[in-house]
């Protein structure tokens, strides 16, 4: 796995091997860069999976299908945020060019490129996390000492929570690779994380 931090929010792009081939998860913003090193790293990827949809999570999606010629798989609730993304990071002063229409649709418990797909809405209505044995993609639900916001546009404080306490019912070493910041585990958040421990009080 590569893990690229990318563009004016340092969101987390990752590059992941599977049996089925490399995938690129969330390529929020650097798209001439993840390209250069997705290939040189041998790593060009068959497919291009979204968290959810908001601008700095898919920033480098358009120029990259256009170079690749790989399926994007985002959740359908999610789908208004994604025709808006370039629209919503102009109101940031950023850039973001028109993801391609076309997406292919992901929803709870698909098994994609070795991942099982789990529905964790909060942070957005169609946020999704990428599970596999020991490891989550967890998009902006959890962060290393942090979780997701929400209070933007779309978001729900009772289903975030919701979702996190889902989130926490994996196994307590599972790792967890967020949107923005470090990796860390499930045991480490449930123990220091202070929005967890408030939560759990």
Known sequence: MIRLVVGALSENTYLVDTPEGP?????GDEAERIRVVAEKAGM?????????????????????VEAWDVPVYLHPL????YR????????FGLYVPPPPEEVQPLEEGLSLFGFTVWHLP????????????????????LFKGGIGRYDLPGSDGRA????????????????????HGPPTDLAGEARTNPFLIQWEA
């Open 44 to 64: 060009r990827p068959r497919a291009i999976l979204l968290t959810h949809a908001h601008f700095d999570h898919l920033g480098a999606v358009g120029p990259l």
């Open 23 to 27: 995938v690129l998860i969330d390529p």
């Open 84 to 91: 808006r993304a370039p629209e919503l990071a102009r109101a």
């Open 160 to 179: 975030l929570f919701a979702s996190l306490r889902r989130l926490l019912s994996l196994p307590p070493k599972t790792r967890v690779y967020p949107g």
């Open 122 to 141: 909060g942070h957005s209505p169609g946020h999704v996390a990428f599970l596999r044995e020991g490891e989550v993609y967890s998009g902006d639900l």
């Open 78 to 81: 999610d789908l208004p945020l």
